[in-house]
Structures are given as structure tokens and as C-alpha cells.
């Protein structure tokens, strides 16, 4: 009300009433002037106003409760859905995020508050995305960790790194992958795709699992893919073939590998939330889309066209 400087917050016909609801958006601060007043200073667009920024995040006092799917949809960001949630405390690992999915993660979460492990294996890029994020948030909790999934002792390496921190872990994100990679035997003459997509993963929540527990509640999330769906891992007498998971150059198609460790990221992640949820830790699969242009399609120009292509009608980093 421009007559009366103040903010109406009953609709005159309705009767409807509004509200703020949840915190400041991220990068937002309160702060008080010398003569006593609220000011609200924007860290990331270097600007000072005495409106409160909540204001445009105002909601119903009586509202019907929305659906998840009415509440969210394929336009959704992940900041959205982190509005006005406040992580300060919480410790997060999330793996190969120093682009791509794994990054957007890190990013909003560090940017509400979180402390944000990034585990990546090249040293040199994880530093580089822990600058962009603090460019965004000075106040950011973020670093970077060296962890390379197609070495079994490298991962044994980061968990050991992490628990002298003698820090909880509250959120372990698996979201590292390779698609479409020729084939190659890591030095612990495994298939690379297997290994970096599932099985570093699986040590690295084996090796993780008591200070999960210890930090409970706490949750994994295995982002995986709709495409563990045109895939078999069992043989012709419906047992499971491990000849299938990690097999010789002669029979790989690494469509079929990713596709396989996939599958075997949901088995596990289903497997695990049976055994561990009644002790405080979930564990979830999540399809992130389809076609996502981001950097997994890096290995082949075939892939990388196919991504080009298809990048108009899907989701957008």
C-alpha cells in the first residue's frame, strides 16, 4: 500500500492472507545499519536494499498442500527445490563433481550451506570448479579431493583422507560416470566402465558405511539411468553371469556396459537401503534425465552429435 508505506498482506475481496516462508535466498544476508534499521546485502549481484528479498517467495496462509508432481516438474532447478532450506552442519561427498550434474549439485548445495566434498579424479579441475563456486558465495564451504574410481586403492586412499577430517558424512552422492568408453582394463583388470560406474562406487560405501551410521540420519543416492532397463546380467538359467559385468574386449559394447553398471547401481542402492535404513541411512536411485548435454558423452563424436542433437528438447545444465 503506497498510501500507507506498509506491506498488505489480506486481500481486500478475497480475504486471502499471505506470508513469508523460509529463509533468505542463498547469498543473501541480514544485517543492521548504524541507525538500527534492517538491510539486506546480496553477495552475488553486490547490491544493498532495505526491501526484504523474501517477499517474492511469499506463500498462502491456508494453502492446499501441492503434490510432488504438481510442486515439481521438468523446469525445476535444484535451487528451486533448496529454497529456503538451511544444510549449515550437514557434510556432503559427492563424486565427479567438478562438472556437469555432479556440479550443479555441488554447487546449490554448498550454496545453502553445506559442506561440499568434491571427489574428483583430476585434482587440477575439482579446484578449479571449488573457485567457481566460491566466485558465487565467498562464504562457501567447499573442497576439492582426489579420488579415481578405476583404482580400488585410490578410493581407499580418499576414505582414509576423509575420516582423519574426523568429520560426520551426512549425504554420499555416487554420481561419477563414463559412457561410451572404449574398452579398457583398469590396473585392477577390471573393465573400466564397471569398475568407475559401479563397483569404485560400492567399495567406497563399503569403506563409508560406519560413519554414515555414525552420522545418521544420513543418506546415499546412486544416480543411475532408465537405460539399466535394456540390459541382462543374468544367463541363459537365469543366474547372475559375471563373465557379463566385466567382460573381454571380444564381447564389450559399451552401450551394453553402461547400461549393465547402471543396473547394477540400482541393485545395489535397493539392496543397500534394505540393509541400512533401519540404523538411520537411506539409499535412493535417481534418473536424472535423458540426454543431459554435460561431458559424458565425451568419448565418441557419434555420442557427442546424438547429444547435440537431441539438446533443444531436453534439460539444460
Not at 500500500?1 to 543473501?28: F, I, M, N
Request: net charge positive.
Amino acid at each position: 500500500s503506497h498510501l500507507e508505506e506498509k506491506t498488505q498482506w489480506e486481500h481486500p475481496k478475497s480475504g486471502k492472507r499471505k506470508r513469508v516462508a523460509g529463509g533468505l535466498p542463498y547469498g543473501w544476508e541480514q544485517e543492521t545499519d548504524e541507525n538500527g534499521q534492517v538491510y539486506f546485502v546480496d553477495h552475488i549481484n553486490k547490491r544493498t536494499t532495505y526491501l526484504d528479498p523474501r517477499l517474492a517467495f511469499t506463500v498462502e496462509d491456508n494453502p492446499v498442500k501441492p503434490t510432488t508432481r504438481q510442486k515439481y516438474d521438468g523446469n525445476s532447478t535444484a535451487m528451486e527445490i533448496l529454497q529456503g532450506r538451511d544444510l549449515s552442519g550437514k557434510v556432503v561427498i559427492i563424486t565427479g563433481a567438478n562438472s556437469g550434474i555432479g556440479f550443479e549439485t555441488a554447487k546449490s548445495l554448498a550454496l545453502h550451506g553445506a559442506y561440499v566434498i568434491l571427489a574428483c579424479r583430476n585434482t587440477s579441475r575439482g579446484n578449479d570448479a571449488v573457485q567457481r563456486i566460491l566466485a558465487e558465495w565467498h562464504k562457501a564451504k567447499v573442497e576439492a579431493m582426489t579420488l579415481d574410481l578405476a583404482s580400488l586403492q585410490s578410493v581407499q586412499h580418499f576414505a582414509e583422507a576423509f575420516k582423519s577430517k574426523n568429520v560426520p558424512l551426512h549425504i554420499l552422492i555416487c554420481n561419477a560416470a563414463v559412457f561410451g568408453a572404449p574398452w579398457c582394463l583398469t590396473e585392477d583388470d577390471l573393465e573400466s566402465t564397471f569398475q568407475v560406474n559401479h563397483l569404485g562406487h560400492f567399495y567406497l560405501v563399503q569403506l563409508l558405511e560406519d560413519i554414515l551410521r555414525r552420522s545418521s540420519p544420513a543418506r546415499v543416492v546412486m544416480v543411475s539411468s532408465e537405460s539399466h532397463r535394456f540390459t541382462e546380467i543374468k544367463d541363459s538359467s537365469g543366474k547372475l553371469d559375471f563373465n557379463l559385468l566385466s567382460p573381454s574386449k571380444k564381447e564389450y559394447w559399451a552401450m551394453l556396459a553402461y547400461n549393465r553398471s547402471k543396473l547394477c547401481n540400482i541393485l545395489f542402492s535397493n539392496e543397500l537401503n534394505r540393509r541400512l535404513s533401519p540404523h538411520g541411512v537411506t539409499s535412493n536411485s535417481v534418473h536424472p534425465g535423458n540426454m543431459i548435454y554435460s561431458s559424458i558423452h565425451r568419448n565418441w563424436w557419434v555420442y557427442t552429435l546424438l547429444f547435440t542433437l537431441a539438446r533443444p528438447f531436453t534439460k539444460s545444465m
